[in-house]
């Protein structure tokens, strides 16, 4: 039986809650974030992810969702007074019933399977069709959060995010992502060497996997370019789109086809776009 405690006041243990909410330093030290709705709490779950504490309204009735993630899940209880689960829950999301502290995955580029199958829910699949979308130094979590969806809807292996960049743990990344951040491996690089140093391992395995970079002012409209092989997918900073660095490391250049006044495409935006033609093409 997991023992269960109750925090009614703002103590220390709410602080800490509070400060996962909104302190990156704090998450990284502690290697725990705070995970809000039941979709990314029910995948975090499902996925196998550490659930360390599991925050439960005090003052209301649980629904069956509720009940039964307490029953299944063996981390620390903490019964929390309905008016700190709402700070807790955020303003847009009302009151929640359940919250889970979860801990952080180790930042390993070999969490990102080759084969025999993108994930575990997938078809199987050859390391032909590995895709995996690098996201360089981008400053919006929700711009990571919808990368991470779209990845995970289309069939990507895994989302690398490098450099000086927003924080994939934030709760807002997490909101976006609706518990694709549990499904897909999401990894942190610190700059684009570790990442071209994973792709020459992932090359010397015999996968010929092709660095294809999003520009405005690529040379290969992306319906052109053949993305049935096997797949790195780089898309830049929201402003400063690709660095010099990452240009030049890159195999191709590819554009989104545009017409109209629109001058760029949101990063994340068009990092769904070149994603889907991906799955478009490989379905074809």
Known sequence: MVAQLRVTTRNARFQEWTALLANRTK????????VQGVRPITMAVRYGWEIRELLYDADTRLSAWARQMMEAVPAQRYAVAGELMAELGGKED???????????????????????????????ASCAELLVVVFDRPTSPGNIGT????????????????????????????????????????????????????????????????????DEHGDIDITEYDFTGPTVLLVGNETAGLSAAWRQSCDHLIRIPMVGSASSLNAATAASIVTYECLRQRRG
């Open 94 to 124: 009302g009151r929640p019933e359940l919250l889970a502290v979860v801990g952080q995955p180790e930042d390993d580029l070999r969490r990102i399977p080759l084969s025999p199958a993108l994930r575990a829910d997938s078809a199987p």
């Open 27 to 34: 998450r990284q030290r502690s290697r725990e974030f705070l």
């Open 147 to 214: 990368v991470v969806r779209s990845a995970d809807a289309l069939g990507a292996a895994g989302v690398i995010v490098t450099g000086h960049a927003a924080d994939i743990y934030d709760p807002k990344c997490v909101r976006a992502s609706t518990g694709s951040l549990f499904g897909v491996p999401v990894v942190r690089a610190a700059s684009h060497r570790p990442v071209l140093d994973w792709l020459a391992s992932v090359r010397s395995t015999g996968v010929d996997a092709r660095l294809v970079g999003t």
